[in-house]
């Protein structure tokens, strides 16, 4: 019989997510009710958020409560429907949550399972430029960064899921792209093959110097996934009127100490210039829109969508952590089942 396996959280981490973090149940499958679906989970999103989900403490989300299934996207496919809206054989995207299946109301308000077509796109790139980074990208950048045809644009965490459509929608945008990235891999595919002007390999290269280098007007719009250091010495070199997006900050995710915030803000003041924070879910009534135009660009070849694809549910633990040491290269995605 086909049974549910669920990562439930079992403690609040304290720096690096451990494995005794989490609590493997595996379990029968309950029937359905009245207006209940049962959706077998094909694909995971891990998101560095989720590690802000784990902690205690005011959010724009309440926490994960300690015993409850960990809070994921993902896209999976109907197998079992009480409820008129979804039939047998739909593919869906929603909350799964990370387990092998999904079971509840078919309108359930966090779960917010929508339909998706496997013809129009890879079912992963729902998870990545047509899913929520994807829409990170495309509000962030345009709402709150603003950018102008011919202004530079910079992005860190350039080849992950994010950073990689914020760049190429710059680019489309007419703007000079600057991305910051760990490797010269990711340097090298971001230029080479998402058609950015330049990387800075901020492992490797002092991000001060590359800026001076490849931002010879300066920045005009910064898009910070990665806070910290990095976000510091952007500050010393954007241009007046300058608007920083604050996305993330993945350097301080996992700090056991207070987060550490940038010493050059009076950069702001000298610059007139402005720092927003950007919450994706504020922009939910309009993600049609942006996936519309996402996918006319990936259409015309004019954007490219790339994911890392970790084989198998038990994998979650290790996967997770890979976003925190720069080892996913892409959108990270983790395989639970083939249809
Ligand atoms: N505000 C929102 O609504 C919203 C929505 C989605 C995501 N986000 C945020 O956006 C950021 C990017 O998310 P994503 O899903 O696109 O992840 P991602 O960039 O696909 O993966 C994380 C990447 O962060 C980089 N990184 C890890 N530790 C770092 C460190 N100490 N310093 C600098 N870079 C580091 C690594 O790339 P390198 O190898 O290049 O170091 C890693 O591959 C995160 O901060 C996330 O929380 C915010």
Redesign the pocket.
């Known amino acids: 019989m086909e049974t549910n396996l669920q990562f439930r959280l079992a403690a609040r981490p304290v720096g690096m997510v451990k494995d005794s973090d989490w609590q493997v149940v595996e379990e029968a499958l309950r029937p359905l009710a009245d207006g209940e679906i049962r959706v077998k989970v094909l694909y995971l999103s891990l998101?560095?958020?989720m590690r802000?989900w784990m902690n205690e403490g005011k959010s724009?989300i309440r926490p994960v409560a300690i015993g409850e299934v960990m809070r994921a996207g993902g896209v999976g496919v109907v197998v079992e429907s009480k409820s008129p809206r979804f039939a047998p054989g739909d593919h869906v995207a929603g909350g799964t949550g990370v387990q092998r299946y999904w079971t509840g109301a078919a309108d359930d308000k966090a779960g917010h399972f929508h339909t998706i077509d496997p013809q129009l796109a890879p079912l992963t790139t729902y998870l990545n430029t047509l899913g929520?980074?994807g829409m990170?990208a495309y509000f962030?950048l345009l709402e709150v960064g603003q950018p102008k045809a011919g202004e530079t644009v910079v992005v860190?965490?350039?080849?992950?899921?994010?950073?990689q459509t914020v760049g190429q929608v710059a680019k489309q945008l007419g703007c000079r792209v600057v991305g910051?990235?760990?490797?010269q891999d990711?340097c090298d595919f971001v230029v080479n093959q998402l058609g950015f002007d330049a990387c800075i390999d901020?492992?490797n290269a002092s991000v001060k110097d590359g800026l001076k280098q490849h931002c010879p007007q300066g920045v005009d719009v910064y898009f910070d996934?990665?806070?910290?250091e990095?976000l510091d010495t952007v500050l010393t070199r954007i241009n007046l009127k300058a608007r920083i997006v604050?996305?993330?900050?993945?350097?301080q995710?996992n700090n056991t100490t207070p987060v550490k915030g940038p010493s050059n803000y009076l950069a702001l003041l000298v610059n007139r210039a402005r720092m927003e924070?950007?919450?994706?879910?504020d922009y939910a009534d309009r993600y049609h829109l942006g996936v519309a135009a996402l996918a006319g660009w990936m259409k015309e070849g004019k954007l490219k969508s790339k994911e890392d694809v970790v084989q198998g549910l038990t994998q979650f633990p290790q996967a997770l952590n890979?976003?925190?040491?720069?080892?996913?290269?892409?959108?990270?995605v983790l395989q639970v089942a083939t249809a």
């Open positions: 998101d560095p958020a802000g724009y929520m980074p990170t962030g860190s965490g350039a080849a992950g899921a994010v950073g910051i990235a760990g490797g990711k901020y492992k996934n990665v806070g910290g990095i604050i996305c993330g900050a993945i350097s995710y924070g950007i919450v994706v879910f890979m976003l925190f040491e720069g080892k996913n290269f892409g959108k990270l």
